[in-house]
């Protein structure tokens, strides 16, 4: 029971930490013109790379405080991020 609770709460995170980085470049994307299907792939990649320290500037702590929390916590945000991942994933395909 004492490995569940902060695994529990560590995927949560992992899984918030997902949707944040996934809106972070929805957003960067939709802001070459407006609409993230308007854009060529240059373009897309070009708002990618200059949002990256942004992004990573943002997420840094939720990475740091996971090593500090040690393997469990660390496996709970792993899992946590590829869930969050899947869910939007089959949320944009329109199957929930």
């Known amino acids: 029971m004492s490995l569940l609770m902060p695994g529990l709460f ?3 995170v992992g899984a918030g930490f997902s949707w944040l980085h996934l809106f972070l470049l929805r957003q960067a994307l939709g802001r070459v013109f407006g ?3 308007d854009q060529t ?4 990649g070009r708002r990618m790379v200059r949002g990256l320290p942004l ?4 997420l840094m702590p939720f990475l740091l405080f996971a090593v500090q ?4 916590a660390a496996a709970g945000l792993i899992l946590g991020s590829l869930l969050g991942r ?4 089959i949320w944009a395909r ?3």
């Open 94 to 96: 329109g199957v929930l």
């Open 55 to 58: 992004r990573l500037v943002l």
């Open 86 to 89: 899947l869910f939007l994933v």
């Open 35 to 37: 609409h993230v299907a």
């Open 10 to 12: 560590w995927t949560f």
């Open 69 to 72: 929390g040690g393997i469990i």
């Open 41 to 44: 792939p240059a373009d897309a």
